[in-house]
């Protein structure tokens, strides 16, 4: 009983600490900036257009709301690793710490830009 009664607190925890990579996108544009070269302009230009910034796993390509957006000020389009509590249920993540990785590709030109 006392097994069943752990499993079950351990699967009501919506947020679980993680070390992920993904990139820094915008919500108009949510995972269409996916790719080893980010359109960083675009999504600048997005957020200066009140777009909110966004993060997008790699892996899983899912779309997380970020709950601290200061915390990403000037990545914009990067392509990072976050040390971060991520919440599933709602889509959010909490970012703690963001490092660029060094596969940062070469900058979009305008013309790729919405």
């Known amino acids: 009983m006392k097994i069943l ?3 079950l607190a351990v699967s009501t925890v919506p947020a679980l600490a993680a070390d992920i ?3 820094i996108g915008d919500s108009k544009c949510g995972a269409a900036h ?3 070269a980010p ?3 675009c999504v600048t230009k997005c957020i200066d257009g009140g777009a909110k910034p966004v993060f997008v796993d790699d892996a ?3 779309v997380y709301t970020i709950d601290n957006p200061d915390e990403v000020k000037g990545h914009y389009g990067h392509h990072v690793d976050v ?3 991520v919440n599933d249920a ?3 993540i909490h970012i703690a710490k963001v490092t660029m990785l060094p596969d940062q590709g070469k900058p979009a030109s305008a013309m790729e830009m919405h």
Do not use: C, P
């Open 21 to 23: 990579n993904g990139y």
């Open 39 to 41: 359109n960083g302009a």
């Open 60 to 62: 899983k390509k899912t």
């Open 5 to 7: 009664a752990l499993v």
């Open 83 to 85: 040390d971060a509590k």
């Open 34 to 36: 996916n790719s080893s």
């Open 90 to 92: 709602d889509k959010t």
